[in-house]
Protein backbone atom coordinates (compact mmCIF):
# COMPACT_ATOMS: atom_id res chain seq x y z
CA UNK A 1 0.00 0.00 0.00
CA UNK A 2 1.37 3.63 -0.83
CA UNK A 3 0.55 5.47 2.23
CA UNK A 4 1.55 8.98 3.19
CA UNK A 5 3.16 8.65 6.21
CA UNK A 6 3.13 11.91 9.13
CA UNK A 7 4.42 11.97 12.38
CA UNK A 8 1.78 14.38 14.14
CA UNK A 9 3.18 15.03 17.63
CA UNK A 10 5.50 14.49 19.78
CA UNK A 11 3.48 14.44 23.17
CA UNK A 12 1.82 11.18 24.39
CA UNK A 13 -0.38 10.56 27.88
CA UNK A 14 0.98 7.83 28.46
CA UNK A 15 5.10 6.88 29.17
CA UNK A 16 6.28 3.79 27.98
CA UNK A 17 9.21 2.96 29.40
CA UNK A 18 11.10 2.16 25.76
CA UNK A 19 9.52 4.71 23.90
CA UNK A 20 11.84 5.50 20.68
CA UNK A 21 11.18 8.91 20.31
CA UNK A 22 10.99 10.24 23.92
CA UNK A 23 7.30 11.40 24.36
CA UNK A 24 7.37 10.78 27.82
CA UNK A 25 9.53 13.47 28.19
CA UNK A 26 7.91 15.91 25.73
CA UNK A 27 5.92 18.81 27.28
CA UNK A 28 5.63 20.94 24.01
CA UNK A 29 4.99 20.17 20.19
CA UNK A 30 7.55 20.41 17.98
CA UNK A 31 5.41 19.79 14.75
CA UNK A 32 3.24 23.07 13.58
CA UNK A 33 -0.09 22.77 11.80
CA UNK A 34 1.25 24.35 9.00
CA UNK A 35 3.50 22.24 8.05
CA UNK A 36 1.22 19.02 8.33
CA UNK A 37 -1.61 20.86 6.17
CA UNK A 38 1.82 22.08 3.82
CA UNK A 39 2.68 17.93 3.44
CA UNK A 40 -0.85 17.52 3.34
CA UNK A 41 -1.09 19.54 0.06
CA UNK A 42 1.47 19.23 -1.60
CA UNK A 43 0.51 15.45 -2.14
CA UNK A 44 -2.82 15.30 -2.27
CA UNK A 45 -3.69 14.14 -5.84
CA UNK A 46 -0.90 11.72 -6.08
CA UNK A 47 -2.49 8.24 -6.07
CA UNK A 48 -2.02 7.47 -2.14
CA UNK A 49 -4.32 4.85 -0.60
CA UNK A 50 -4.10 6.17 2.75
CA UNK A 51 -2.58 8.76 5.33
CA UNK A 52 -0.47 6.84 8.49
CA UNK A 53 -0.68 9.17 11.48
CA UNK A 54 1.47 8.53 14.52
CA UNK A 55 3.30 10.27 17.32
CA UNK A 56 3.88 10.60 20.13
CA UNK A 57 -0.61 9.30 20.36
CA UNK A 58 -1.75 11.79 17.62
CA UNK A 59 -5.09 11.85 19.73
CA UNK A 60 -4.16 14.45 22.21
CA UNK A 61 -3.30 17.19 19.72
CA UNK A 62 -6.23 19.40 19.99
CA UNK A 63 -6.65 20.06 16.43
CA UNK A 64 -6.55 16.02 15.80
CA UNK A 65 -10.06 15.91 14.69
CA UNK A 66 -9.97 19.23 12.31
CA UNK A 67 -6.52 17.35 10.51
CA UNK A 68 -9.00 13.89 9.73
CA UNK A 69 -11.18 16.58 7.99
CA UNK A 70 -8.84 17.92 6.22
CA UNK A 71 -7.17 14.93 5.14
CA UNK A 72 -10.40 13.81 3.87
CA UNK A 73 -11.27 17.19 2.29
CA UNK A 74 -8.07 17.24 -0.04
CA UNK A 75 -9.53 13.92 -1.33
CA UNK A 76 -6.87 11.13 0.60
CA UNK A 77 -9.49 7.34 0.42
CA UNK A 78 -8.47 6.64 4.19
CA UNK A 79 -6.20 7.04 7.31
CA UNK A 80 -4.61 4.74 9.39
CA UNK A 81 -3.67 5.43 13.15
CA UNK A 82 -0.99 4.34 15.37
CA UNK A 83 -2.39 4.30 18.91
CA UNK A 84 -2.23 3.30 22.01
CA UNK A 85 -5.79 3.00 21.93
CA UNK A 86 -6.88 4.98 25.14
CA UNK A 87 -9.18 7.65 24.39
CA UNK A 88 -11.14 4.92 22.31
CA UNK A 89 -12.59 3.75 25.15
CA UNK A 90 -15.23 6.42 24.74
CA UNK A 91 -17.60 5.26 22.14
CA UNK A 92 -18.91 8.75 21.39
CA UNK A 93 -15.48 9.68 20.49
CA UNK A 94 -14.03 6.38 18.79
CA UNK A 95 -17.09 7.14 16.37
CA UNK A 96 -16.45 10.18 15.64
CA UNK A 97 -12.95 9.73 14.55
CA UNK A 98 -13.96 6.02 12.46
CA UNK A 99 -16.98 8.50 11.15
CA UNK A 100 -14.00 11.15 9.84
CA UNK A 101 -12.11 8.25 8.04
CA UNK A 102 -10.21 6.00 9.75
CA UNK A 103 -10.23 2.85 8.86
CA UNK A 104 -7.37 1.01 10.64
CA UNK A 105 -5.90 1.70 14.38
CA UNK A 106 -2.60 0.05 15.05
CA UNK A 107 -2.93 -0.47 18.66
CA UNK A 108 0.00 -0.76 21.20
CA UNK A 109 -0.49 -4.16 23.68
CA UNK A 110 2.23 -4.84 25.42
CA UNK A 111 0.51 -6.68 28.24
CA UNK A 112 -2.00 -9.52 29.05
CA UNK A 113 -3.17 -8.23 32.09
CA UNK A 114 -3.57 -4.68 33.55
CA UNK A 115 -0.23 -5.28 36.24
CA UNK A 116 1.97 -6.05 32.94
CA UNK A 117 0.90 -2.96 30.53
CA UNK A 118 0.08 -0.31 33.10
CA UNK A 119 3.89 -0.47 34.86
CA UNK A 120 5.45 -0.32 31.14
CA UNK A 121 3.19 2.40 29.83
CA UNK A 122 3.59 4.38 33.88
CA UNK A 123 -0.01 5.00 32.90
CA UNK A 124 -2.95 3.37 35.33
CA UNK A 125 -5.71 2.21 33.37
CA UNK A 126 -4.03 2.29 29.98
CA UNK A 127 -4.66 -1.50 29.28
CA UNK A 128 -8.21 -1.15 30.31
CA UNK A 129 -8.68 1.54 27.94
CA UNK A 130 -6.79 -0.06 25.18
CA UNK A 131 -8.89 -3.06 25.33
CA UNK A 132 -11.92 -1.09 25.63
CA UNK A 133 -11.03 1.10 22.41
CA UNK A 134 -10.26 -2.39 20.53
CA UNK A 135 -13.81 -3.58 21.04
CA UNK A 136 -15.14 0.06 20.39
CA UNK A 137 -13.54 0.38 16.79
CA UNK A 138 -13.94 -3.08 16.17
CA UNK A 139 -17.63 -3.10 17.06
CA UNK A 140 -17.68 0.25 14.16
CA UNK A 141 -16.36 -2.06 11.47
CA UNK A 142 -12.80 -0.61 11.50
CA UNK A 143 -9.75 -2.88 11.51
CA UNK A 144 -7.33 -3.14 14.10
CA UNK A 145 -3.55 -4.16 14.04
CA UNK A 146 -1.67 -4.77 17.08
CA UNK A 147 1.85 -3.51 18.15
CA UNK A 148 3.80 -5.12 20.87
CA UNK A 149 7.26 -4.50 22.24
CA UNK A 150 8.93 -7.82 23.58
CA UNK A 151 11.11 -6.05 26.57
CA UNK A 152 11.90 -7.49 29.85
CA UNK A 153 9.39 -6.91 31.54
CA UNK A 154 6.77 -8.69 29.74
CA UNK A 155 8.49 -11.55 27.37
CA UNK A 156 7.25 -14.32 30.02
CA UNK A 157 3.57 -13.43 29.06
CA UNK A 158 3.95 -13.37 25.40
CA UNK A 159 2.19 -16.06 24.45
CA UNK A 160 -0.81 -14.55 26.33
CA UNK A 161 -0.65 -11.28 24.58
CA UNK A 162 -1.27 -12.61 21.86
CA UNK A 163 -4.23 -15.12 22.94
CA UNK A 164 -5.68 -11.32 24.00
CA UNK A 165 -5.24 -9.77 20.60
CA UNK A 166 -6.62 -12.53 18.62
CA UNK A 167 -9.19 -12.89 21.27
CA UNK A 168 -10.14 -8.29 20.83
CA UNK A 169 -10.83 -9.60 17.67
CA UNK A 170 -7.55 -8.10 15.94
CA UNK A 171 -7.06 -8.49 12.66
CA UNK A 172 -3.27 -8.86 12.82
CA UNK A 173 -0.71 -8.51 15.19
CA UNK A 174 3.00 -7.41 15.18
CA UNK A 175 5.97 -7.49 17.29
CA UNK A 176 8.98 -5.75 17.61
CA UNK A 177 12.02 -7.12 19.68
CA UNK A 178 14.47 -4.30 20.23
CA UNK A 179 13.70 -0.69 20.71
CA UNK A 180 16.51 1.98 19.93
CA UNK A 181 17.76 4.80 21.99
CA UNK A 182 16.77 7.39 24.11
CA UNK A 183 14.18 6.57 26.12
CA UNK A 184 14.19 2.82 25.47
CA UNK A 185 18.58 2.08 25.75
CA UNK A 186 17.84 -0.62 28.37
CA UNK A 187 14.51 -2.35 27.57
CA UNK A 188 16.15 -4.53 25.48
CA UNK A 189 19.25 -6.44 23.84
CA UNK A 190 17.97 -8.14 20.86
CA UNK A 191 18.01 -7.31 17.27
CA UNK A 192 14.56 -5.44 15.86
CA UNK A 193 12.44 -7.46 13.89
CA UNK A 194 8.91 -7.27 13.01
CA UNK A 195 6.53 -10.14 12.46
CA UNK A 196 2.70 -10.83 11.91
CA UNK A 197 0.26 -12.77 11.61
CA UNK A 198 -1.46 -12.39 8.57
CA UNK A 199 1.06 -10.13 7.15
CA UNK A 200 1.48 -6.15 7.67
CA UNK A 201 0.49 -4.23 5.34
CA UNK A 202 3.55 -2.05 3.44
CA UNK A 203 3.19 1.57 4.42
CA UNK A 204 5.89 2.58 1.61
CA UNK A 205 5.41 6.19 0.64
CA UNK A 206 6.43 9.84 1.65
CA UNK A 207 6.53 10.58 5.20
CA UNK A 208 7.13 13.80 7.82
CA UNK A 209 9.81 11.92 10.19
CA UNK A 210 10.32 8.33 8.39
CA UNK A 211 13.18 7.33 6.57
CA UNK A 212 11.44 6.90 3.24
CA UNK A 213 12.29 8.81 -0.11
CA UNK A 214 10.36 11.93 0.27
CA UNK A 215 11.04 13.19 3.74
CA UNK A 216 10.13 16.18 5.97
CA UNK A 217 11.69 15.51 9.19
CA UNK A 218 11.05 16.44 12.40
CA UNK A 219 13.75 16.66 15.17
CA UNK A 220 14.44 14.21 17.27
CA UNK A 221 12.36 11.25 15.41
CA UNK A 222 14.39 10.94 12.94
CA UNK A 223 17.10 10.37 14.58
CA UNK A 224 16.00 7.43 15.87
CA UNK A 225 13.80 6.31 13.01
CA UNK A 226 17.04 5.98 10.41
CA UNK A 227 19.20 4.75 13.33
CA UNK A 228 18.07 1.45 13.09
Known amino acids: MKALSIHLTDVCNSKCTFCIVDAPY????????????RFLRENAGQDYEAVSLHGGEATVRPDFLEILDEIRE???PTVHLMTNGRKFARM?????????????FI??????TAATQD?????????????????NVKELGATVRTNSVVCKDNYAEFPDIIDLCLDLGADRLARRLRTLEGVAGAAAEADDENLAAGGVADHSGAGIGTPV????SVPGFERSATSQ
Open 26 to 37: MKQDTILRRRVS
Open 74 to 76: LGY
Open 92 to 104: NYARTVVDKGVSE
Open 107 to 112: VSMHGA
Open 119 to 135: RISLAPGSFDQAVRGIR
Open 213 to 216: PKVL
